[in-house]
C-alpha cells in the first residue's frame, strides 16, 4: 500500500525541482514544515485531501498532476 505515497511523492519531487525550488523554499510557499516535505517526497507520510490541494496551489498544478499514475 505504500506504492501510491511513493509515486505522489515522486510528482512533488519532480515538479518541485521543474520549479526550481528547494524542499524550504516548497515548505514556505505552502505552509508546511521543511521535514514534511521531505517525509512526502519518500513516500513516508499518507497526507489528507486538504494537503494535496495546497500542495497543488503551491506548485501551480492541477490536484490530478500529483496523483496522476497512482493505480
Same mark, same amino acid.
Given at each position: 500500500? +505504500?506504492?501510491?505515497?511513493?509515486?505522489? !511523492?515522486?510528482?512533488?519531487?519532480?515538479?518541485?525541482?521543474?520549479? !526550481?525550488?528547494?524542499?524550504?523554499?516548497?515548505?514556505?510557499?505552502? !505552509?508546511? +514544515?521543511?521535514?514534511?516535505?521531505?517525509?512526502?517526497?519518500? !513516500?513516508?507520510?499518507?497526507?489528507?485531501?486538504?494537503?494535496?490541494?495546497?500542495?497543488?496551489?503551491?506548485? +501551480?498544478?492541477?490536484?490530478?498532476?500529483?496523483?496522476?499514475?497512482?493505480?
Amino acid at each position: 500500500m +505504500d506504492e501510491p505515497l511513493k509515486i505522489f !511523492g515522486d510528482n512533488i519531487r519532480k515538479r518541485r525541482e521543474k520549479l !526550481g525550488y528547494s524542499q524550504e523554499e516548497l515548505a514556505n510557499i505552502a !505552509g508546511f +514544515d521543511r521535514t514534511y516535505i521531505s517525509l512526502i517526497e519518500r !513516500g513516508k507520510r499518507n497526507l489528507s485531501l486538504l494537503n494535496i490541494l495546497r500542495f497543488a496551489k503551491a506548485l +501551480d498544478v492541477s490536484p490530478y498532476e500529483l496523483i496522476k499514475n497512482i493505480k
